[in-house]
């Protein structure tokens, strides 16, 4: 945030203020792809080692594992993330 700025927000406020500023200024190398079979949807992403806050945010550069919630799995795969989505059925009118 410039000081130049009269602003009126907390420290917190400004902290994530800095944070979206940087993450517009610096250049990212990502990758993603989207694919959607039927109800299925699939996206794979894929970003550098060096991004301010990791691969995975909160710094995280390296995970393994997944994380399945509502009709959502996430794998994710050292370097890269696969999503897996089920869109809800569309409702037939009478």
């Known amino acids: 945030m410039d000081e130049k700025e009269n602003v ?3 420290a917190h406020e400004a902290f994530w203020l800095w944070i ?5 200024a610096e250049k ?8 959607q079979i039927g109800r ?18 909160g710094g995280w550069n390296w995970e393994l594992g997944f994380t399945a919630g509502g009709s959502t799995i ?4 050292l370097v890269a993330t696969l999503r897996c989505s089920l869109e809800p059925k569309e409702k ?3």
């Open 8 to 10: 009126n927000v907390s």
């Open 20 to 24: 979206m500023r940087k993450n517009q």
């Open 28 to 35: 990212t190398d990502r990758i993603e792809r989207k694919w």
């Open 40 to 57: 299925l949807k699939i996206c794979y992403g894929r970003r550098r080692k060096k991004e301010f806050w990791g691969r995975f945010g």
């Open 74 to 77: 996430i794998f994710n795969l």
């Open 92 to 94: 037939k009118e009478a």
